[in-house]
């Protein structure tokens, strides 16, 4: 079991930068691949980013790729969301999430388990 929670949300303007952090609890946090989600209304929930259990790997959604960075620190049990140049079409609640990771090259893109309880991103035009 591991627990998560976000935080760096809030509301921008288009163009500029955040930050957003996750810190899990609970088991050891390096078994776990982690990625980044967001949903909106009306929208379908969309794989953001994603990272391996050691950082070696990463995969990014091709609305934000050259623009968001996710990265891990497995000494502190945190994920980060480095979102540069946000549009406004990023507007969304994002979640963080973890999957036991299958040890593949590459990050998971299913069997994300366990879940943030998700943060506010509102990019104003």
């Known amino acids: 079991q591991v627990q998560l929670v976000e935080s760096g949300g809030g509301l921008v303007q288009v163009g500029d930068s955040l930050r957003l952090s996750c810190t899990s609890s609970?088991?050891?946090?390096?078994?776990?691949?982690m990625a980044w989600f967001r949903r909106t209304p009306e929208k379908d929930r969309e794989l953001v980013a994603a990272?391996?259990?050691?950082?070696?790997?990463?995969r990014y959604g091709n609305s934000v790729k050259g623009r968001f960075t996710i990265s891990r620190d497995n000494g502190k049990s945190t994920v980060d969301l480095q979102m540069n140049n946000l549009l406004a079409e990023d507007t969304a609640t994002y979640y963080c999430?973890?999957?036991?990771?299958?040890?593949?090259?590459?990050?998971?893109?299913?069997?994300?388990?366990?879940w943030g309880q998700g943060t506010q991103v509102t990019v104003s035009s």
């Open positions: 999430a973890a999957a036991r990771s299958p040890r593949n090259p590459t990050p998971a893109t299913w069997g994300y388990e366990w």
């Open positions: 609970g088991r050891t946090f390096s078994i776990y691949d």
């Open positions: 990272i391996t259990w050691d950082g070696s790997s990463t």
